[in-house]
């Protein structure tokens, strides 16, 4: 959703329900290391007005785990949903017809945001749509609505803040029902600032067989295979996989978890394809990094291509949002790029359909790698 940024680690490892690797530990097979517990300290809402006078509102919890305090946050919402709808359809009237033709948009309501987000997404970082530019203006737009859309869709979170830290106070990591609070939190609750990553983070690492909290790892436990998920970046960056419903133009993230699963996670309920109707984690970019932890962010290219590494998902972002996702193939030596030394990066992705080294790269997808705000690694 909107400006999502949490840092899930991979939910595989948390949540019998979520994503899951093969092979799997169990509940009794998970450490629980030392006395670490979870204890909620405080919960309280916070209020704010938009940006057209509107109410909205958070909660804020501060929770104590390893005896570090941390304040955690979840997303904004409205308090009066439709009310605020009416408001920004009155107001944004002209834009939002203007983008209900050009992406042949139903017109916007309270249970139909997510199909306005999906659309939205990579139309806001496309050069072109199906054969004509994308202006700056058209760009700006779609954002203003992105953003709106993403508060509205907020309003209808399954599970409220409150009850998910009641989930997770006073108990040891590692218990049976922490995993699963751990990912509902990380989904309704994503890092609006650095602390709900770092205790996303933090509380994963009490439970991770894999070693793949810091770094996506095809190790001694085999459940994630590099070698596996490299072939099928590589086989199906030009050619994608007609057992795949396959969305022209907006296809990016829907790739990359075809490539993750060729690794070695498996569908389940939150993150499937869906015969051709995919879950958002499936197939809307800033979903997905939130659920596979790709919040690490980056503000300059250097930096990025140093520290991003073969066999990973990245991915980059427009002020808070993930707007796309690729997957390194492999890393290779340094260049010059606009008086900056960095290294040079081999990517796959979708939206424009490539696979190429960055240095060489002609096609212009390859190089919005390297002339965006930031970049996001797991």
């Known amino acids: 959703m909107i400006r999502k940024l949490m840092a899930v680690g991979v939910l595989a490892l948390i949540s019998g329900s979520s994503l899951s690797m093969s092979p799997i530990l169990t509940e009794s ?117 992105l953003e709106f859309v993403g508060a509205l869709e907020e309003s209808y979170a399954p599970s409220t803040f409150k009850s998910i830290l009641k989930q997770m106070d006073r108990k040891r990591v590692g218990q049976p029902g922490v995993r699963e609070a751990i990912h509902n939190f990380s989904s309704t609750a994503p890092a609006l600032a650095a602390e709900n990553s770092y205790f996303v983070r933090r509380v994963l690492a009490q439970s991770d067989p894999y070693g793949i909290i810091h770094r996506i790892d095809g190790g001694s436990a085999g459940g994630y295979s590099i070698t596996k998920a490299i072939s099928y970046a590589e086989r199906h960056a030009t050619n994608p996989n007609p057992t795949y419903r396959y969305f022209a133009g907006n296809d990016c993230a829907n790739f990359v978890s075809q490539i993750m699963k060729a690794g070695g996670f498996t569908e389940n309920d939150q993150w499937r394809s869906g015969n051709g109707r995919p879950t958002r984690s499936w197939s809307v970019a800033n979903d997905f990094a939130n659920r596979f932890g790709i919040t690490r962010t980056w503000s300059n290219a250097a930096d990025f291509t140093k520290y991003a590494a073969k066999g990973w998902p990245v991915g980059f972002k427009s002020g808070t949002t993930v707007k796309h996702v690729g997957f390194v193939v492999a890393k290779g030596g340094r260049y010059y790029h606009q008086g900056r030394s960095i290294t040079d990066l081999k990517i796959a992705q979708h939206s424009g359909n490539y696979v190429g080294w960055l240095k060489n790269a002609k096609q212009n997808h390859a190089r919005n790698w390297l002339n965006v705000e930031k970049w996001v690694t797991p």
């Open 29 to 145: 097979q998970v450490p629980s290391r030392g006395k670490s517990l979870i204890s909620v300290i405080g919960v309280k809402d916070e209020y704010l007005k938009d940006r057209i006078g509107l109410e909205m509102v958070r909660n804020k919890g501060s929770v104590v785990f390893e005896k570090n305090k941390f304040d955690v946050a979840s997303e904004f919402r409205y308090v009066e949903p439709e009310k605020a709808l009416q408001r920004f359809s009155q107001e944004n009237s002209a834009v939002l017809s203007h983008l209900q033709k050009r992406l042949e948009l139903p017109e916007l309501g309270i249970h139909n945001a997510d199909v306005y987000e999906q659309a939205l997404i990579p139309f806001v970082t496309a050069d072109s749509f199906r054969g004509s530019r994308v202006e700056a203006w058209e760009s700006r737009d779609a954002s203003t609505v």
